[in-house]
T-cell receptor, first 111, second 114 residues
Framework: GQQVMQIPQYQHVQEGEDFTTYCNSS?????IQWYKQRPGGHPVFLIQ?????EVKKQKRLTFQFGEAKKNSSLHITATQTTDVGTYFC???????????FGGGTRVLVKP | DTAVSQTPKYLVTQMGNDKSIKCEQN?????MYWYKQDSKKFLKIMFS???????INETVPNRFSPKSPDKAHLNLHINSLELGDSAVYFC?????????????FGPGTRLTVT
């Protein structure tokens, strides 16, 4: 079955530094979504990428969809304590199909 | 103005009991989901209903039975609870008839089986 892997599993970042988390699918995706889950909270939708090679920015967050539509990345610049949480990518193989979530990258920020 | 609500928020029960979790969404979505998040934070889909019709049924023990009385509600009944059922259960909803399938999650129900 389809698998979505995320690395790293944990990311310890010094406040102010940049980091990137990566998402890889075993199959070509129709689109990919990113969610953020704060500690004790629920996943909250961040963004969706659909086109091959697409890049989208949300303030300090940059999302990229690979050319082959099998991988994606999330880059955060100048990390803040508010960035703490688990970031999930979720891939959709075909329209109407189920989202397959990656294992998440748990981000801890050192002030 | 809660979009997706779940009750109860916490559920502590003993092995062998039967329990239910309720979910309601007021977003006008046509599709609802149940996810299980284990202690390692893995999010795994269990069921999905579209317009009250079951469309996703993952490999889940048949002790778990979802029920959707209408488009806005999706409940989860669990029979003969086991220790391994302890997890956070999230309900979510989305619109399935467009290309943007972003899902809105409820606050979660933390189930502890002792």
């Amino acid at each position: 079955g389809q698998q979505v892997m995320q690395i790293p599993q944990y990311q310890h970042v010094q406040e102010g530094e940049d980091f990137t988390t990566y998402c890889n699918s075993s199959t070509t995706l129709s689109n990919i979504q990113w969610y953020k889950q704060r500690p004790g909270g629920h996943p909250v939708f961040l963004i969706q990428l659909v086109k091959s090679g697409e890049v989208k920015k949300q303030k300090r967050l940059t999302f990229q969809f690979g050319e082959a539509k099998k991988n994606s990345s999330l880059h955060i610049t100048a990390t803040q304590t508010t960035d703490v949480g688990t970031y999930f990518c979720a891939g959709l193989v075909a329209a109407g199909n189920k989202l397959t979530f990656g294992g998440g990258t748990r981000v801890l920020v050192k002030p | 103005d809660t979009a997706v609500s779940q009750t109860p928020k916490y559920l502590v029960t003993q092995m062998g009991n039967d329990k239910s979790i309720k979910c309601e969404q007021n977003l006008g979505h046509d599709t609802m989901y149940w996810y299980k998040q284990d202690s390692k934070k893995f999010l795994k889909i269990m069921f999905s209903y579209n317009n009250k019709e079951l469309i996703i049924n993952e490999t889940v023990p048949n002790r778990f039975s979802p029920k959707s009385p209408d488009k806005a509600h999706l409940n989860l009944h669990i029979n003969s609870l086991e220790l391994g059922d302890s997890a956070v259960y999230f309900c979510a909803s989305s619109l399935r008839d467009n290309s943007y399938y972003e899902q809105y999650f409820g606050p979660g129900t933390r189930l502890t089986v002792t």
